[in-house]
């Protein structure tokens, strides 16, 4: 059967509990982020088409680009043991691993920076949060491109 | 020469007349919410005998007319075209006036919630004005150039075939309200606006398509998709709502290369 309703006055106040009545209700359960009764203004740039198009076309490539580098450095000729300074600068030697390697860097920086992009927005309630949080991010995303591309170019094999 | 008499029943004929054997006890589930009386929403269990062939309106029916009054919930038609009692019961969007009791498992409790990721008002209401804002939002009337013509706009039975599946939204929420981005940020139009959208957009007699694209391009539009498919799975009239989305995506994509 039904649970009863206890009339309000008939609940026991206990420590910080409050009374609810028709004169004083409790705030309704809203959702975080609701719309507003403006109309949001339209900021007329295709910034996210790009970033849809460019979700699917970086990833096709690096479908490629990764599974290709997974097989070099940890399958063929040997596996990950082979893989130690002299084996990378062999590699870095030649302009096309050095091209494969600085595309792989930068798609699957910007790829998976976008992604997190996407996450932070869906699911950062605060204004504050999502700003902090992307910040940080973008931070994160442009120092490995840097540093990664710093290194892929100015690699010195006699360095020792 | 006998005539049945009132004497001669037999026991199973005393039994259908009674009108009882058919009906199962059923536990309904109810996420209640009354701000006049308390801060949070919890969970009611109502008991109740009803015939599985009934709805899931006619057990609400029946739990707000013979079992407790102070039950809230929306329903006008009760037929499945006003869309006003779509809530998500056993965890999935539905109509209560389109949900037969035996087809969710009247063994175990049936929960019956509000819609997420809008305002709840009272039990089972909640606020739709966001919901009507983001539909109000992509203009969903026709617009066009030019003079009116002197007779009706026409069109070939293929240009109105095209967007005949998303004519049939009801506005129930169904679909917006079981969207996972939706429920964490409002603020994205969400499916039911943008198969309204489609609507006018592949609409050849309509010519604000290129408005409405606009609006749907920018960060809350048609991008925030994830493809979850769970909009086509709630609409309680089996649109195909993501594919409206993506021929949508489509069409934004198609313009500008």
Partial sequence: MATEVTPVDEVELTGSSVTYSPENPAPVIEPPRARTKRTPRSTRTNFELYGWLFMRLSGVVLVVLVIGHLLIQLVLDGGVTKVGFAFVAGRWASPFWQGWDLVMLWLAMLHGGNGLRTVINDYAEQANTRFWLKTLLFAAVAFTIVLGSLVIFTFDPNIR | ?257
């Fill in chain 2, 1 to 257: 020469m006998s005539t049945p008499t009132i004497d001669e029943h037999s026991s199973a004929l005393d039994e259908a007349e009674q009108g009882t054997s058919h009906l199962i006890t059923v536990t309904l589930r109810i996420r209640r919410f009354n701000p006049e009386v308390a801060a949070e929403a919890d969970w009611v269990d109502y008991q109740l005998p009803i015939d599985p062939k009934e709805r899931v309106l006619d057990a609400l029916h029946k739990v707000k007319w013979e079992i407790d009054g102070t039950l809230t919930f929306r329903r006008s038609c009760a037929h499945g075209v006003c869309g006003s009692d779509a809530m998500r019961i056993n965890g999935k969007n539905r109509l209560a006036c389109k949900t037969l009791i035996k087809d969710i498992n009247p063994e175990k409790p049936i929960t019956v919630e509000p819609i997420k990721g809008l305002t709840v008002l009272k039990d089972l209401v909640v606020d739709m004005e966001p919901f009507f804002q983001a539909y109000r939002d992509v203009m969903p009337f026709l617009i066009t150039k030019g003079n009116e013509p002197t007779r009706e706009r026409l069109q070939s039975a293929a240009d109105r075939e095209r967007f005949d599946d998303t004519t049939k939204c009801i506005l129930c929420a169904a679909c917006t309200s079981s969207c996972p981005v939706f429920w964490n940020d409002g603020q994205y139009f969400g499916p039911a606006a943008i198969v309204n959208a489609h609507r006018f957009i592949f609409d050849s007699r309509d010519e604000g398509g290129e408005q409405r694209l606009e609006i749907l391009n920018d960060k809350d539009g048609v991008w925030r998709c994830r493809t979850t498919f769970n909009c086509t799975d709630a609409c309680p009239r089996g649109i195909e709502v993501t594919k409206a989305i993506q021929e949508v995506k489509r069409a934004l994509i198609t313009r500008r290369f």
